[in-house]
């Protein structure tokens, strides 16, 4: 079956610690991985996808093939990074939306 | 550019109440989505189009259907509203090209909440 999981809905970290959000996929092809962001009152929009390997907003996110998962990643959280992550799969014309995940970055 | 534009942000309607969801997007964009997110769920495909003229179903289909008579618009129509179409419901769009390698992003309106009762 094709699916994007994220296992945690929220997330609760202090400012300036790491956090790590994680997205397993199942997939019988070549997927495309993306995560998309959705802060408070705004629409939801793309954060990155794998195949452009940039860090966004201190963000980065590694496609593991071997694993299925596409885990996103920043060193140091900030307040402005409070915000729903949704990890998503494109293949074909398929795309699969995880549940999502809340991540809260306390003062 | 005002991007996707998505129209009410909110209704309350009545079992077997009609109503039409509106959604226009500025960036000539081909293709158009409607996506349904529920209480804890990723969200779900309802139909999709990859030009003018040309409508498909998602995942989701049942109890909607839609148009696309402009590269612009996109109307999600529901007939006879039930319970289990209270949701957010999101219109996207993104640029597709026939032979394209990769996907484009997904740009997507700010949703309509719908609640029926």
């Known amino acids: 079956a094709q699916r994007v999981t994220q296992p945690e809905k929220l997330l609760s970290v202090f400012k300036g610690a790491p956090v790590e959000l994680k997205c397993n996929y199942s997939?019988?092809?070549?997927?495309?991985l993306f995560w998309y962001v959705q802060y408070s009152r705004q629409r939801l929009q793309l954060l990155l996808r794998?195949?452009s390997r940039e860090s966004i907003k201190g963000f980065t996110a590694d496609l593991n093939k071997g694993e299925t998962s596409f885990h996103l990643k920043k060193p140091f959280a900030q307040e402005e990074d409070s915000a729903m992550y949704y990890c998503?799969?494109?293949?074909?014309?398929?795309?699969?939306f995880g549940a999502g995940t809340r991540l809260f970055v306390k003062a | 550019n005002a991007g996707v534009t998505q129209t009410p942000k909110f209704r309350i309607l009545k079992i077997g109440q009609s109503m039409t969801l509106q959604c226009t997007q500025d960036?000539?964009?081909?293709?158009m989505y409607w996506y349904r997110q529920d209480p804890g769920m990723g969200l779900k495909l309802i139909y999709y189009?990859?030009?003018?003229?040309?409508?498909d179903k998602g995942e989701v289909p049942n109890g909607y259907n839609v148009s696309r008579s402009t590269t612009e618009d996109f109307p999600l129509r529901l007939e006879l509203a039930a319970p289990s179409q209270t949701s957010v419901y999101f219109c996207?769009?993104?640029?597709?090209?026939?032979?394209?390698?990769?996907?484009?992003?997904?740009?997507f309106g700010n949703g309509t909440r719908l609640t029926v009762t």
């Open positions: 996207a769009s993104s640029y597709g090209a026939r032979g394209q390698l990769y996907n484009s992003p997904l740009h």
């Open positions: 997939y019988s092809g070549s997927p495309e």
């Open positions: 794998h195949i």
């Open positions: 998503v799969l494109t293949g074909g014309f398929k795309t699969i």
């Open positions: 960036m000539n964009h081909n293709y």
């Open positions: 189009s990859v030009g003018a003229g040309i409508t």
